[in-house]
């Protein structure tokens, strides 16, 4: 994002659930706050859509992941 949140987050990531088509929307302040979002939504997914995350999907961009 161009301008910081109120809760001083700069970025966002979105998880999506493919066959409910229900998405989690997460800010974050740090790009490195990717692997907690992923962890927070795979705990959630379950209560909302009834099954667990068995595989995560990404552009393989590498801009989350640590250096």
């Given amino acids: 994002l161009e301008v ?3 809760s001083g987050a700069k970025y966002f ?4 659930d493919e066959p ?17 979002c992923y962890h927070l939504c795979a705990q959630h997914t379950p209560t909302h859509t009834g099954r667990n995350v068995k595989g995560l999907r990404t552009d393989r961009g590498g801009k989350y992941f640590p250096a």
């Fill in 13 to 16: 990531i979105t998880f999506v």
């Fill in 20 to 36: 409910s088509n229900c998405s989690t929307f997460y800010v974050m302040r740090n790009k490195s706050d990717a692997f907690d």
């Fill in 4 to 6: 910081q949140s109120g």
